[in-house]
């Protein structure tokens, strides 16, 4: 079982369409939303078996007739849209507020997969605080795929990259992004346990956090923040965190503007603003770059190398001590103000 989405955003009103593969002759779909479990009721064995982070059913189940979609052969299948046929759809509800979801899909043998989907805020309840969904990262770590988009970005393992950069569709499933059926291998840096935790899984924690703390957040995708969010100088302060790593031009400019008319940013985040992508005008497709120093142009093409690590450690408050990696050291937090409401940003 197994499934993508697209649009991977979509705000109240607007429909959204599913692509779904199984063996199965029958599925279960349910949309729900997450939470983060009692605290007092999760210790690291709770969370190697999924269990701090719980669902909440957003939509009534319903069942499909089951259909098996195969993905691109050979390497096409990182590199191009899959191409299926749609499965079902989804208008999203004038109730549900802003926040991260997924269409949870259980076959007849009780195997689950969680396409997840961003609901972006209707424009007239919009509260103060914005979060952004890392989905160009979630690209670069998807392993569905021959071969997993990171040894094409990185040129690992025998997959050179151009020196223009590989195009990586996100039109295929993403299975490391959620899925609270599948237990942790805690045995090395590969697989679920290990992927999940710095992608979704761990922007969940923050957000769900947020959320039942008494601090709305309306969450849009990088990709919302690429194309540019209407009326963005309204918010009082932007947060990153988990693992912003991939950023086009566009996103790292709209940042600046967004910082220079007053908004606020809150990095929770590792590797932020650190490696550059392209995005297709559809939005569909990203390219990514290769090894050291293509891969680490996305201020570069903004002002010369030897400006970039300056300017991005001035927006992060990180100090930079070579050209190639960044390492987040204590820079003292910083305190802004705006309307009368207290942010300490902090990396």
């Not at 007739?65 to 999203?92: K, M, T, Y």
């Not at 004038?94 to 997969?113: H, I, K, L, N």
Request: glycine letters at 8%; proline letters at 6%; aromatic letters at 12%.
């Amino acid at each position: 079982m197994e499934g993508y989405c697209w649009p991977l955003s979509v705000a109240p009103g607007e429909p959204i369409r599913f692509f779904a593969s199984t063996t199965a002759s029958t599925y279960s779909v349910t949309c729900v939303r997450f939470a983060n479990n009692d605290p007092s009721a999760v210790d690291d064995a709770v969370i190697a078996a999924g269990g701090e982070i719980i669902e909440v059913a957003a939509s009534d189940t319903f069942r499909l007739s089951g259909q098996l979609q195969l993905p691109r052969p050979g390497s096409a299948s990182a590199i191009e849209d899959w191409g299926w046929v749609v499965s079902f759809s989804q208008v999203i509800p004038p109730e549900w507020r802003s926040g991260v979801y997924a269409a949870r899909c259980v076959d007849d043998d009780g195997t689950a997969f969680f396409i997840a989907f961003v609901v972006k805020p209707d424009p007239a309840r919009r509260s103060g605080l914005f979060a952004l969904a890392n989905l160009c990262t979630w690209n670069a770590y998807n392993d569905r795929g021959d071969p997993p988009i990171d040894r094409y970005s990185t040129g690992d393992e025998g997959f050179p990259v151009p020196a223009s950069g590989r195009g990586i569709t996100l039109l295929r499933p993403s299975p490391d992004l959620i899925n609270l059926q599948i237990h942790d291998d805690t045995s090395g840096t590969a697989g679920y346990g290990f992927y999940s935790k710095s992608l979704l899984r761990g922007e969940l924690w923050v957000l769900n956090w947020l959320a039942q703390s008494g601090y709305p957040v309306d969450v849009y995708t990088d990709l919302d923040f690429h194309g540019g969010i209407d009326q963005v100088g309204e918010y009082a302060a932007l947060l990153l965190s988990t693992h912003p790593e991939y950023w086009s031009v566009e996103m790292y400019k709209n940042l600046a503007l967004y910082l220079a008319q007053g908004g606020c940013l809150v990095n929770l985040g590792g590797n932020a603003l650190f490696d550059s992508v392209v995005v297709s005008d559809d939005l569909s497709t990203l390219t990514y770059f290769g090894e050291w120093p293509s891969r680490t142009r996305l201020l570069g093409q903004i002002v010369c190398s030897r400006q970039s690590n300056a300017m991005r450690a001035a927006m992060l408050r990180i100090q930079t001590p070579n050209a190639a990696f960044a390492t987040h050291r204590g820079a003292a937090p910083t305190r802004h103000s705006r309307n009368g409401r207290k942010f300490h940003v902090v990396t």
